[in-house]
């Protein structure tokens, strides 16, 4: 194995995100179906010496106790058998704030890297609880496919979903999650459905009425993605927005397109996620 271990750690799109109601804990019941993408921040774990957990940029507007890679580092160690210092290097490329699971998807590709690093051998099974700690998504990212998920996201069935194009564009108003499931006019209450039920007429999202309304932004970017696109929709509670391709070209037309005050790319769906081809490579 070369000393530095470096990984994916890829977004997300939810294809639909299905509110069925709100739990006595104050967490929603939902359904939703995530897709991966082959595009993500970038993290490398280079080994130290000495015992010490390095993690660099410093990101200013987030203390260390609360970020998701320190954190799931936090988590693992009680199982290391091999706690070697672990320089851990992020290079970040998925807004905060967008709706595509990038902190979601660093604090798995953490757990996977350190549970290798550190010798911990435990199973992707094992380590999914561990993500659920951190955050809702982090267990999708852990499992490394594309899947359906149920309860408040925790629940995963793998799901072979077509793999196409996608153009992803963030409008750069960060979004609150936790405003948008507290808000009172979010829809609740959406009839569960099929897995059969997705694949043959799609779902929606039940968050997207409400964040149009309250982020301008988005409904601009929707408006303006869905000249190009007539399924063009919002990621999770956004900010980011997609439209789905059939090929490559026809995204990165639409990127071309692209108001340059958008942050945007192509990426292609994925039902594997990159981070399990990388990590067999480093056997």
């Not at 077509?162 to 959406?190: I, M, N, Q």
Request: hydrophobic fraction near 40%.
């Amino acid at each position: 194995m070369n000393d530095a271990l470096t990984l994916l750690a890829p977004a997300k799109l939810n294809l639909c995100l299905h509110i069925l109601g709100r739990r006595a804990d104050g967490y929603h019941e939902l359904q939703t179906a995530f897709q991966l993408l082959d595009y993500g921040d970038q993290l490398t774990f280079t080994p130290l010496k000495d015992e010490q957990l390095l993690l660099t940029p410093e990101i200013p507007s987030l203390p260390r106790e609360q970020n998701l890679i320190w954190r799931a580092a936090q988590l693992l160690k009680p199982f290391a058998r091999n706690r070697t210092g672990v320089h851990i290097h992020l290079e970040k490329r998925l807004p905060m704030g967008g709706g595509l699971g990038g902190g979601s998807s660093d604090a798995a590709t953490t757990l996977l890297a350190l549970n290798r690093l550190w010798e911990c051998g435990l199973t992707n099974e094992q380590l999914q609880p561990l993500g659920l700690q951190l955050g809702a998504d982090v267990p999708v990212f852990v499992g490394g496919r594309s899947a359906w998920a149920e309860g408040i996201g925790e629940r995963l069935s793998p799901l072979p979903l077509p793999e196409r194009w996608y153009l992803v564009l963030t409008p750069k108003t960060p979004v609150s999650t936790a405003e948008v499931f507290c808000h009172k006019d979010l829809t609740r209450g959406t009839a569960p459905i099929t897995v059969a039920a997705f694949l043959e007429r799609g779902g929606k999202n039940d968050c997207q009425p409400l964040v149009r309304r309250i982020y301008p932004e988005v409904d601009k970017s929707l408006i303006w993605l869905e000249k190009f696109a007539s399924n063009a929709t919002m990621s999770g509670t956004g900010a980011s927005v997609f439209a789905r391709f059939e090929s490559e070209a026809e995204a990165q037309r639409g990127l071309s397109r692209t108001p340059k005050h958008w942050p945007a790319f192509v990426a292609k769906g994925v039902n594997q996620s990159p981070v399990c081809q990388q990590l067999s490579e480093y056997s």
